[in-house]
T-cell receptor
Framework: DAGVIQSPRHEVTEMGQEVTLRCKPI?????LFWYRQTMMRGLELLIY????????DSGMPEDRFSAKMPNASFSTLKIQPSEPRDSAVYFC????????????FGPGTRLTVL | QKEVEQDPGPLSVPEGAIVSLNCTYS??????FMWYRQYSRKGPELLMY????GNKEDGRFTAQVDKSSKYISLFIRDSQPSDSATYLC??????????FGAGTRLFVKA
C-alpha cells in the first residue's frame, strides 16, 4: 500500500490567493482527518470525515477554510482567500474502525503564504 | 489551557541514556493514550498506545499512564541517535477526535 498521499508537498502563494490541498487516504479506510501543525499551536485537528460525511469541523478556524470529500479516495482542503497566518504544515490522516487507535499520516503539505 | 500539555523541549541526551518524556491532560473522559514519533519533515507515526491506566512495554519503549494524576509518560531505554525525533502524546475519549500535545523534540548525541 502506498500510504496516505498528499499533494502538493510544498505550496508557496501570495496573500489573497486560493489554495487547494489534496489527499488520497489508504484504501479501505473510512475515516479521514485534516490537521494543521505550527510551532506555536502544535498539531490541531481541523475536520474529520466518516464515510465521506463531515463529522466534526469545530477545528476549522474560519469561513475561509472548507473541506470536501466527494468520494472514498479523495479529499480537498481549500483556503480562500489565504493569509500569511495560514502558513503551516497541513497533514491528512486516515484510519478505520478496526485500527481506531492508530491514525496513518501522509507526508504533509508545507504551505507558505507571502 | 490546552487539553493536553507537553513541554516542547528540546531535550538533548547522550547515546545510551534513559529518556523520560511527559505530558499532562485535563479531560477526565480521556480513555486512550498514544505516543506518536515524528521525524523531521515527515508525518507522525504511532509508536505506542495504552488504554486507561497502567504500563505497556515494547522493546526499549515503555508507556505509562496515571489517570489519578492525569499524567502520561514515555520512557526510552538505551537511547540511540535514531531515536532523535519529535514525540507527541495524544489522547481521546473513545470517538475519533484525537487531541495532540505540542510535541517534545529529542536529540540523542552519538
Amino acid at each position: 500500500d502506498a500510504g496516505v498521499i498528499q499533494s502538493p508537498r510544498h505550496e508557496v502563494t501570495e496573500m489573497g490567493q486560493e489554495v487547494t490541498l489534496r489527499c488520497k487516504p489508504i484504501s479501505g479506510h473510512d475515516y479521514l482527518f485534516w490537521y494543521r501543525q505550527t510551532m506555536m499551536r502544535g498539531l490541531e485537528l481541523l475536520i474529520y470525515f466518516n464515510n465521506n460525511v463531515p463529522i466534526d469541523d469545530s477545528g476549522m478556524p474560519e469561513d475561509r477554510f472548507s473541506a470536501k470529500m466527494p468520494n472514498a479516495s479523495f479529499s480537498t482542503l481549500k483556503i480562500q482567500p489565504s493569509e500569511p497566518r495560514d502558513s503551516a504544515v497541513y497533514f491528512c490522516a486516515s484510519t478505520s474502525d478496526r485500527a481506531r487507535n492508530e491514525q496513518f499520516f501522509g507526508p504533509g503539505t508545507r504551505l507558505t503564504v507571502l | 489551557q490546552k487539553e493536553v500539555e507537553q513541554d516542547p523541549g528540546p531535550l538533548s541526551v547522550p547515546e545510551g541514556a534513559i529518556v523520560s518524556l511527559n505530558c499532562t491532560y485535563s479531560n477526565s473522559a480521556f480513555q486512550y493514550f498514544m505516543w506518536y514519533r515524528q521525524y523531521s519533515r515527515k508525518g507522525p507515526e504511532l509508536l505506542m498506545y495504552t488504554y486507561s491506566s497502567g504500563n505497556k512495554e515494547d522493546g526499549r519503549f515503555t508507556a505509562q499512564v496515571d489517570k489519578s494524576s492525569k499524567y502520561i509518560s514515555l520512557f526510552i531505554r538505551d537511547s540511540q541517535p535514531s531515536d532523535s525525533a519529535t514525540y507527541l502524546c495524544a489522547s481521546y475519549t473513545g470517538g475519533f477526535k484525537t487531541i495532540f500535545g505540542a510535541g517534545t523534540r529529542l536529540f540523542v548525541k552519538a
